[in-house]
């Protein structure tokens, strides 16, 4: 009896191990004949030259003639020199009477980061690669806000030809590159934090990684939080540095402050796109940007009040003192929506260390993944803040302790705002390429996923 159970469990087992092979669930040469290299027996590798989360990232800067960045600052010299800059010692300081072409800079201090050769020690969130092999990002230093600011700032002033023809020329210039070609952009980081930089031909740069102040001019179809990165502006104040009063919230008096233009245009944004001829304009508009509004209805509630200043001002040197002065002295400083979701004035209160009081629906902010901004700002709806006496009401009950909270808070983080050359460690330098590094996973996706689809990306399709 025993001699025919187990015989019958004999045959049993030698069923299931031959159905384990044949469904494959049993690989009985791992087991007796290994493969050379232990494939077998090690997870797959990813393949890609991306460094480790600690490594600096690794970006490849086109050498792109003179005229697309610094070009537009040596113009008073009347050089005729269009090489392009390849070297620190190249590069001219940011004029200190730049007035508010500096708070649209960001273009300029990325730049400036990558040709430093860097130093012994120094901690940097990327590097520049001469062999575009071995590039993981591609940035392409053209001063488009500067351009803006430089060659006409109005549409029907001749001189903004010049603005239109150095992108046309870059459009071209780009398509001619390999790596342009390879990712479809994707990969590349374009600096346009003026809301009209880049206005002519921003269409035929949307895969790429748009670094931008806010997405107030840009259509979800160009520019989105996914891909692109948000910018602060470089501020216009002096950095307060010896801030460091027993008592702060007493010793500043005002507890509101705005100074700014009060009066906003009723914004017709006409975004332009130009065919792929470069002969043709199509108008896609226009979009109104009615947020303007909110800073004269604000201007009529806040009126009255003595320990309020809310005062109308055009950004001229004498003012930026003055704003300097006054955001020292006040507990809250206000930032309303204006022509679009963010300004310059966010930032000038961080490094005051004044409060924010944040009045934009749509405002998207700088590195958000790593900082809460709630812990030393406050944000109103601009329907809460357009109602008498709410606004008001709610800063007057502001606790005392819970402002000193915010304050000390806006003091340690405040760093994260300064633009440095050389680059300091978690400056916005370093922290803007940081944000580009975040985004690379996601860029590899897509140009992996494009490669391989034969037909329309059917996600896409969905949205």
């Not at 792109?64 to 040596?74: A, D, S």
């Not at 704003?323 to 020292?328: E, N, V």
């Not at 206000?334 to 963010?342: F, N, Y």
């Amino acid at each position: 009896m025993y001699g025919k159970a187990i015989i019958s469990l004999a045959f049993i087992t030698l069923l299931l191990i031959t159905f384990s092979l044949l469904i494959g669930t049993v690989d009985i040469r791992s087991y007796f004949f290994p493969s050379p290299d232990g494939a077998h027996n090690f997870p797959c590798k990813p393949t890609g030259t991306q460094s480790s989360p600690s490594a600096p990232l690794k970006v490849y800067m086109y050498d792109l003639p003179r005229r697309f960045n610094i070009g537009m600052m040596e113009r008073k010299k009347g050089g005729g020199d269009d090489t392009p800059v390849t070297t620190a010692e190249e590069l001219p300081r940011w004029p200190v009477n730049a007035g508010v072409r500096r708070q649209h800079s960001v273009e300029y201090w990325l730049m400036a980061s990558l040709l430093r050769s860097g130093g012994e020690g120094e901690e940097r969130e990327a590097v520049r690669v001469l062999d575009p092999e071995n590039a993981e990002a591609f940035f392409v230093p053209f001063f488009s806000s500067l351009s803006f600011n430089t060659h006409g700032r109005n549409m029907t002033d001749p001189e903004t030809e010049k603005d239109r023809q150095l992108q046309v020329d870059l459009i071209s210039f780009l398509r001619k590159s390999k790596y342009w070609q390879r990712s479809g952009g994707r990969d590349h980081v374009i600096p346009m934090t003026h809301p009209n930089a880049f206005r002519f031909l921003r269409q035929l740069v949307n895969a790429s990684i748009l670094i931008v102040a806010d997405f107030g001019r840009y259509p979800k179809s160009l520019s989105t939080l996914s891909k692109d990165v948000v910018s602060p502006y470089v501020h216009n104040v002096d950095s307060f540095k010896d801030d460091d009063l027993l008592d702060p919230f007493e010793s500043r008096k005002t507890l509101l402050f705005f100074r700014g233009n009060t009066v906003r245009k009723d914004v017709c944004v006409l975004l332009l796109v130009i065919s792929i001829s470069f002969k043709m304009v199509v108008f896609n508009g226009p979009i109104v940007l009615q947020k303007g509004k909110v800073r004269a209805k604000l201007e009529k509630i806040l009126a009255g009040y003595d320990d309020i200043r809310y005062e109308r001002s055009s950004p001229t040197a004498e003012a930026i003192q003055a704003s300097t002065q006054g955001m020292r002295s006040s507990k809250f400083c206000l930032h309303p929506a204006g022509d679009t979701p963010s300004s310059c004035r966010l930032f000038d209160a961080i490094v005051s260390h004044c409060v924010p009081v944040i009045v934009s629906d749509l405002i998207e902010l700088p590195y958000e993944d790593e900082i809460d901004y709630s812990q030393f700002s406050i944000f109103f709806s601009i329907n809460e803040a357009i109602q008498p006496d709410y606004l008001v009401n709610q800063l007057r009950q502001f606790p005392k302790d819970r402002w000193i909270k915010m304050w000390r808070q806006l003091k340690k983080i405040s760093h994260h705002f300064e633009f440095h050359y050389p680059p300091m460690k978690e400056d916005a330098v370093n922290m803007l390429w940081r944000q580009v590094k975040h985004k690379l996973p996601g860029v590899q996706l897509e140009v992996h996923r494009n490669h391989r689809l034969k037909v329309p990306d059917w996600w896409q399709q969905r949205r």
